[in-house]
């Protein structure tokens, strides 16, 4: 059949097989290229550290959110941001596409005796035990998916955020890490180059409908640093409005 989109997911579907099969981070497909991606523990690559982010820590520290609630990690790789949260009394579900990346994060979570919920899958297809949370957790989900997909991604939040609830997006920073690339540049080559990089406008311009509270430049961290950081990720802390259904 030629003729066969009908809704607005059959176009989304068809954006997706518009970028080249090698380039796919964000579908069900791509859950192999990220399981060869975790599957050398000893590879050194800096996300695989035991450690929560800096800005994470930062911004419960500083009261900027909630000490307890629901808390929904998006591209939780080894786990170590779920794990934190967990470790505070946070109710925690953790999504990642790659299997090996979930069976690491559960052997981390037993380790360190925290109880989260791991869900292998697609973040935009999970099924998920609570409707709504207080605190949705990204960091380096958004800027592996292509621009078409931001659209699912807001739908995704407007799903699960609750009224007045909290999102952290690390993305790579623009001048720092990732493709600068228009959007449309990125469908004639097929390919996303590893990331898209943005700018703390585009963040803002992408989240308008919620409350700035914080955009800066992660705080790189010393290898000794109980705390993960590097200097090529943009950090940035919204809150839904109260009002929003």
């Known amino acids: 059949m030629h003729r066969d989109i009908r809704t607005t997911e059959d176009v ?81 579900d953790a999504v990642d596409l790659s299997p090996t990346a979930v069976a690491w994060a559960e052997e981390r979570a037993r380790e360190a005796g925290a109880a989260v919920r791991f869900h292998c899958g697609n973040i935009f297809d999970v099924e998920l035990p609570h409707t709504q949370y207080d605190l949705v957790y990204d960091s380096g989900c958004l800027h592996h998916l ?22 952290v997006v690390n993305a790579f920073a623009a001048g720092a890490m990732g493709s600068e690339l228009p959007d449309e540049e990125l469908y004639r080559n097929g390919r996303l180059d590893g990331g898209l990089a943005y700018t703390p406008d585009e963040l803002r311009h992408l989240f308008s409908d919620f409350t700035e509270i914080e955009i800066r430049p992660m ?23 109260a009002g929003r259904p």
């Not at 911004?59 to 900027?64: A, H």
């Not at 010393?222 to 990720?233: C, N, T, W």
């Open 146 to 167: 292509p621009p078409h997909r931001r659209i699912s991604y807001l739908a995704l939040l407007d799903r699960v955020l609750a009224p007045g609830g909290h999102l």
């Open 12 to 92: 989304l579907d068809l954006l997706d097989r518009l970028f080249l099969p090698e380039a796919d981070r964000w579908t069900e497909n791509a859950a192999g290229w990220w399981d060869t991606f975790y599957a050398d523990r000893s590879s050194g690559r800096p996300f695989f550290v035991p450690k929560p982010d800096e800005n994470l820590v930062c911004y419960l520290d500083r009261g900027l959110l909630p000490s307890s609630g629901r808390a929904l990690d998006l591209g939780a790789g080894p786990g170590r941001n779920a794990i934190h949260l967990a470790s505070l009394g946070f109710d925690v």
């Open 219 to 241: 705080e790189p961290q010393p290898a000794d640093s109980p705390l993960f950081g590097i200097p090529v990720l943009l950090t940035a802390l919204f809150r839904r409005p």
